[in-house]
Nanobody
Framework: QVQLVESGGGLVQAGGSLRLSCAAS????????WGWFRQAPGKEREFVAG???????SYADSVKVRFTISRDNAKNTMYLQINSLKPEDTAVYYC??????????????WGQGTQVTVSS
């Protein structure tokens, strides 16, 4: 059974940092693309960052410079380092794995989400 489990979310003050993790089990994801998405209340799920199997990364314009995505294939784990957090970063963050790039429809596996709340 394939599972993706996010961790690392929490409540943080504006300007703070968090490191989200996404641990996969049930199969090896070294040949998959990974992505982070987020969904704020009343808004659609949006792409945040992605890392291809080759290691090539991409980011939404709103998070460039502040967010860094990485992966450790040996641990079957992906990370999202979030710096200089802003209140508008408040959302549930989801990790995903598949053949996708920026579209959520292109990902086959999803985690349950981890809440990030940024206070002003």
């Amino acid at each position: 059974q394939v599972q993706l489990v996010e961790s690392g979310g929490g409540l943080v003050q504006a300007g703070g940092s968090l490191r989200l993790s996404c641990a996969a089990s049930g199969r090896t994801f070294s040949s998959y693309n990974w992505g982070w998405f987020r969904q704020a209340p009343g808004k659609e799920r949006e792409f945040v960052a992605g890392i291809r199997w080759s290691g090539l990364t991409s980011y939404a314009d709103s998070v460039k410079v502040r967010f860094t995505i990485s992966r450790d294939n040996a641990k079957n784990t992906m990370y999202l380092q979030i710096n200089s957090l802003k209140p508008e970063d408040t959302a549930v963050y989801y990790c995903a794995a598949g053949s996708g790039s920026r579209s959520a429809y292109e990902y086959d596996y999803w985690g349950q989400g981890t809440q990030v709340t940024v206070s002003s």
